[in-house]
């Protein structure tokens, strides 16, 4: 069984500041793992995923994840936010092995950024 | 323009209503997907179709009755629906629906629903 925790419902960041939004997961198998993001009033856009590649993914946006297997977690950062990244952003794990895709959404980390 | 178009955007409906969702993906793709978007809840997926056959029903009730007539469109037929079934309701594609590491998936924008 899969399952992944956002560990912050909200996170408020200054405008040119760090950004950084936890995720840990649990997988049986190997998993593959993706943060979207939703700006208001939109659907869910594929930010960057992890498919047993490198272990740092860059995304769109000049957002970046790093997957650590020891720690369970897909952590996504970014240097400095922008006004315009404020959305919600999901973390999903993907397990494969088992026959077919199932995808696990987290919660959702709703990112305010303050000018 | 995101390639999965939902229609409508907003549908506000009673209880003795029946309406429909519309979903259209001009992305070539082969497998469609229904999540329902709940507010401080994860997302949830409703059904999954691979090649217009249906490949997943999530234990969802049988007032939602989806259909999918060719792999590039998608229907949610709502008929005596819940208040607690207002949310916002996503439709998605990928490639296909098969055993796949890409998790790829391209979301509409979403039709909200207030059921009164």
């Known amino acids: 069984a899969q399952s992944v925790t956002q560990l912050d419902s909200h996170v408020s960041v200054s405008e040119g500041t760090p950004v950084l939004l936890r995720c840990n997961y649990s997988?049986?198998?190997?998993?593959?793992l993706f943060w979207y993001v939703q700006h208001p009033n939109k659907g869910l856009q594929l930010l960057l995923k992890?498919?047993?590649?490198?272990?740092l993914v860059k995304g769109i946006n000049g957002f970046e994840a790093e997957f650590k297997k020891s720690e369970t977690s897909f952590h996504l950062t970014k240097p400095s936010a922008h006004m315009s990244d404020a959305a919600e952003y999901f973390c999903v794990v993907s397990e494969s092995g088992t026959g077919r895709r199932a995808l696990t959404f987290g919660s959702g980390t709703r990112l305010q950024v303050q000018p | 323009e995101t390639g999965v178009t939902q229609t409508p955007r907003h549908l506000v409906m009673g209880m003795t209503n029946k309406k429909s969702l519309k979903c259209e993906q001009h992305?070539?793709?082969?497998?469609m997907y229904w999540y329902k978007q709940s507010a401080k809840k994860p997302l949830e997926l409703m059904f999954v179709?691979?090649?217009?056959?249906?490949?997943e029903n999530n234990s969802v009730p049988s007032r939602f009755s989806p259909e999918c007539p060719n792999s590039s469109h998608l229907f949610l037929h709502l008929h005596t629906l819940q208040p607690e079934d207002s949310a916002l309701y996503l439709c998605?594609?990928?490639?296909?629906?098969?055993?796949?590491?890409?998790?790829?998936?391209?979301f509409g924008e979403g039709s909200r629903l207030t059921v009164l």
């Open positions: 992305l070539g793709h082969n497998a």
């Open positions: 998605a594609s990928s490639q296909e629906a098969a055993q796949s590491n890409t998790g790829e998936l391209f």
């Open positions: 997988s049986s198998y190997s998993p593959s």
């Open positions: 179709y691979n090649f217009k056959e249906q490949t």
């Open positions: 992890y498919t047993s590649a490198a272990t």
